[in-house]
């Protein structure tokens, strides 16, 4: 790998599938250069772990319902035994009513992606056509150099 990686050839081919399957030396650092590399690209990026996602779909696009831990409490709300549940807004049409103006989209960036099955990777290389301004960056394990590949060959290798 070259002292200086400008990134041009990852943001190409991120234009390009919409999805990719990323491959991080586990001492890290290389996944901040390229994040830093997209925001200079004009991509606002999101930076979120794959672990406690649950329903994807849900989560990244559409309103669901939260509910606290109970840590062991009764409910002191009266009447309802069940307890309370929160409702957050999608975390990815969010990020997009906020975009500025002249940004190009919204690259979607998740870490520990290797304990995400194949239907959830199936929905998230399937989520840049649904959406364009969304791009997603899953990082699928650890190699010995930052290498990345469309995500749908990261399904097929798995």
């Given at each position: ?51 406690g996602l649950g329903d994807l779909a849900a989560y990244l696009t559409g309103v669901h319902g939260v509910r ?32 500025p103006p002249k940004s190009k989209g919204l690259v979607l960036w998740i870490i520990e992606g290797h304990i ?43």
């Open positions: 790998m070259a002292l200086i990686t400008t990134g041009n050839t990852l943001i190409r081919d991120l234009e390009k599938n919409g999805a990719l399957g990323v491959y991080v030396p586990l001492e890290g650092g290389f996944e901040g250069r390229y994040r830093r590399r997209l925001r200079a690209a004009g991509y606002i990026t999101l930076h979120i772990t794959a672990r606290p831990p109970h840590l062991g409490k009764k409910s002191t709300g009266s009447g309802a035994a069940v307890g309370y549940v929160y409702y957050v807004p999608p975390i990815v049409n969010y990020q997009l009513e906020q975009l995400l099955s194949d239907q959830e990777i199936e929905y998230l290389a399937n989520l840049p056509k649904l959406e364009p301004r969304v791009k997603v960056v899953i990082e699928r394990g650890g190699d010995r150099a930052f290498r990345w590949m469309a995500l749908e060959k990261t399904l097929l290798a798995s």
